[in-house]
């Protein structure tokens, strides 16, 4: 029996760049943190090699403009590289003459970068919601082959609850068609409940996360799974002032994230979200 795909999947960010330390660092502010992303990134792609996993690395083009070698020896160790847009802000905080200029800048910084086309693209925190469709249209006009920022979950900073839970075509607001590839959430007792990574893969135990896959994989659907390069750094610096739910979110058991990464990689096939799609048929 072949199992659907799973795709492997890095949203390429600082430590000090998540939205939920929005309200205390601004972006005005960044370049006076220390920047671990390309070490923590560096781990990651060891371990990726180490278990012959190629996997696709949504990077933001404020890192990119940054840490170029970083950008080219993801794409030189055979892994996908795709957009996940140029400064990390929330979709629904943009206009939409500013997000395209974002989007476009980072597509042709990316291209520049691993001389290839860049197809897929992933919001800053998933926030191509009800709010912010008409987003979808935009990146289907900027040469996009694809998405994967609508999770299908309930969330107070992101998520279509109601949204297709399995990777398809969508027909935009505009009348245009993108791939979506949906964040992944097992249906529970009639609710959708995220098992896609993230946050999620150290709050859980990780025996439940692997049910929550398998049970997606049962029902015929593909996997996304996500994580950030700083999840896999517990000695990153402790950000001040921050609010102490978004502490609880970031921190958790970030010791954990390699050890059970290790076993993910072994109970799953994974490959990039670009060769998932082309095997459903989508691309």
């Known amino acids: 029996m072949n199992l659907p795909p799973c795709a492997f999947t890095v949203d390429v960010e600082d430590y000090f760049q998540v939205d939920a330390f929005s309200d205390v660092i601004p972006v005005s502010t960044w370049s006076d943190y220390e920047p671990r992303v390309v070490a923590n990134t560096s781990r990651l792609l060891d371990l990726l090699d180490e278990h012959q996993v190629r996997g696709t690395f949504f990077v933001l083009g404020w890192i990119a403009e940054r840490h170029a070698d970083l950008v080219r020896n993801i794409a030189g ?5 795709a957009s996940h847009g140029m400064s990390h802000q929330r979709v629904v905080t943009q206009s939409p003459e500013l997000f395209r200029r974002e989007t476009r800048d980072s597509k042709r910084l990316l291209e520049d970068l691993i001389q290839a086309p ?3 693209y992933r919001a800053a925190t998933y926030s191509i919601t009800v709010q912010s469709l008409w987003a979808l249209d935009i990146l289907h006009e900027e040469g996009f082959l694809y998405d994967s920022s609508i999770f299908p979950v309930r969330h107070d900073r992101y998520g279509i609850p109601d949204a ?12 245009k068609a993108i791939v979506e590839y949906p964040l992944t959430a097992a249906r529970i007792f009639g609710v959708n409940i995220p098992v ?46 921050a609010r102490w739910r978004s502490r609880f979110r970031h921190y958790l058991n970030l010791d954990r994230t390699l050890p059970r990464l290790n076993r993910l990689l072994r109970d799953f096939q994974f490959s990039t979200m670009r060769d998932c799609l082309s095997a459903l048929d989508l691309l």
Not at 164 to 175: S, V
Not at 212 to 229: D, N, S, T
């Open 77 to 81: 160790r055979g892994h996908e590289v």
């Open 118 to 120: 860049v197809v897929g």
């Open 164 to 175: 297709k839970t399995a990777p398809h075509r969508l027909e935009t607001p505009g009348g």
């Open 196 to 241: 896609a990574g993230g946050g999620y893969f150290r709050l859980l135990p990780y025996g439940l996360t692997r049910r929550g896959l398998r049970r997606v994989q049962a029902e015929g659907r593909a996997v996304a799974f996500y994580l950030h390069p700083w999840e896999v750094d517990p000695g990153q610096p402790r950000i001040r002032g």
